[in-house]
């Protein structure tokens, strides 16, 4: 038998050969290791994620009733655990939900408030008073009407009848002495706006300069922009979880950008040409220029004290007012149970304004533009011609069919709640 010499540089080739593929091996094993534990926690992180979102779909629905932080266990294998919060902001519910798994923690917050079928939807609730809705001009009233007992009729301004086809395009049905009420909780939080204490921290101020931009997430805590006096909007970009506030009055001007904030003030006025998305809580006066947009979910609302004085200044009484082709989109409320002022409109629509959403009033409506959801109100006036005429209507228009099934908000208990949007 002969034995043949293995060269030594051979000897190392496989040697050096045999490393390599252990040491690939080895590289291969840890990556395939490393996707494994990768693709777990991915997949954890994304059922984290629909958890979070799942458990808000699911907690809005019962919003009106627990408004508490909530801690639960969602599954004690993979030490699943949620923290939930219900609040408001504005006139909407906001609810926040963050959800941890293992080492994983992810947050959600959105916008909610009641939504209706389309078949469920009220065009008209207007409150029994004795006296029957009187529709003149172009009036039109479309979907599901509740009026008085002495119903509807069609009647005469100046010379100019109705003339429409029918008195009311929908079912009729009879309404009661008072209002569908709004939650208390509710109106206990926007009228504790105007109280809320400052904060103390001088970090939880914003001081505004022209042309600077200021966000705030609604995962912190708000932030406020306070004057004691006559506060002015000018040149500025306020975004999230902000709250203006104003001893006296807030002016915003048609350079500014407002998205999701909201404005606290006795009076608040809106200059022409004025484009956002916000919410303005006022006590006395609430003034809208022509040709304003104001996004879906903007809200305004003045929450009143009684009064039986009648004040004869119109400057010093309490309303809402709305100029020409101004298009307001998601809530308009007015709440005052008691007031003498009898022969003035608490909120008044001029010609060529159209709202789509929500029209809640606990006084009188002066209605010449259009509205595209649903009102509930006390009574109309118009003033023309100089007179007044008190329950009517006058080339108003009025259609619940007109509001996209999508729309949600109607701030009322009992209802299905679902997102207004997702919060940032």
Known sequence: MKFH????????????????????????????????????????LIETIQQTENILLAKSQDFSVKRDTIF????TEIATSSKIHQSYWGMYGKTYVETKSKAKSFKKIALTSGWQKDEDRIGLYLQETNRPLIIVGNTKIEGKT????????????????????????????????????????????????????????????????QGNTYTNSFTKPVKTVFDRGELDLLDVKLIGNILVRSDKKIKIAASTTLKDVIL?????????????????????????????????????????????????????????????????????????????????????????????????????IELLGNIEGSVYTKGFITKQFGSVYQNHIYNGTISSTELKNEYVGFPFENLDYKIVKWLY
């Open 146 to 209: 509740f009026l008085p007992a002495r119903g509807v009729r069609a009647g005469t301004i100046s010379g100019n009848s109705y003339y429409g086809n029918k008195l009311v395009y929908g079912t009729i049905l009879k309404s009661n002495e008072t209002l569908p009420e709004l939650p208390k909780q509710l109106t206990n939080y926007i009228a504790s706006l105007q109280t809320l204490p400052l904060p103390v921290d001088d970090g939880r101020y914003i001081n505004l300069k």
């Open 264 to 364: 606290v003030a006795p009076e608040i006025e809106i200059e022409t040409n004025t484009k956002g998305t916000f919410q303005a809580i006022a006590t006395k006066r609430i003034i809208v220029g022509k040709n304003c947009e104001l996004s879906y979910p903007s809200a305004l609302v003045i929450l009143a004290e009684d009064t039986l004085e009648e004040v004869s200044n119109s400057t010093e009484k309490e309303h809402i007012f709305i100029d020409t082709d101004t298009t307001v989109k998601g809530i308009i409320c007015y709440l005052q149970n008691k007031t003498n002022n009898r022969f003035e409109p608490q909120i008044l629509l001029k010609e060529n304004t159209t709202v789509e959403g929500f029209v809640y009033c606990q006084q009188q």
């Open 5 to 44: 010499k293995v060269k030594a540089g051979s000897l190392q080739f496989a040697i050096m050969i045999s490393a390599i593929i252990a040491v690939l091996l080895s590289v291969f094993i840890v990556l395939v290791h490393s996707h494994t534990l990768f693709a777990k926690k991915s997949d954890l």
């Open 72 to 75: 639960s266990q969602i599954d």
